[in-house]
């Protein structure tokens, strides 16, 4: 079993920026992928960003030039630096761990991001 801790979501105001970490437990030969999705109020949980452990990255086109997904393998963490927010950018943030974007596998708790206009 691979536990994801969140941290870094908060209240910002448009136009700052926020930085996201997601600690795992341990990475197994399982994971090659790890990211976030997020889920704003009343819409889909989408995905915002992942990293393969080659460090091929894809992004939201809604978030492309913005936000940055990085990872430290060290520190078994990936991090997501989001800058230039918008109110569209608020919802809770889920980071996850799986084969791919669409084999989620692990799922962290999740940490809201509220952006205020």
């Known amino acids: 079993q691979v536990q994801l801790v969140e941290s870094g979501g908060g209240l910002v105001q448009a136009g700052g920026s926020l930085r996201l970490s997601c600690a795992a437990s341990?990475?197994?030969?399982?994971?090659?992928?790890m990211g976030w999705y997020r889920q704003a109020p009343g819409k889909q949980r989408e995905l915002v960003a992942a990293?393969?452990?080659?460090?091929?990255?894809n992004y939201a086109d809604s978030v492309k030039g913005r936000f940055t997904i990085s990872r430290d393998y060290a520190k078994n963490t990936v991090y997501l630096q989001m800058n230039s927010l918008n109110p569209e950018d608020t919802a809770v943030y889920y980071c996850?761990?799986?084969?791919?974007?669409?084999?989620?596998?692990?799922w962290g708790q999740g940490t809201p991001v509220t952006v205020s206009s």
């Open positions: 996850f761990a799986g084969a791919a974007v669409n084999l989620v596998t692990f």
């Open positions: 341990r990475i197994n030969c399982s994971i090659n992928a």
């Open positions: 990293i393969t452990s080659s460090l091929n990255t």
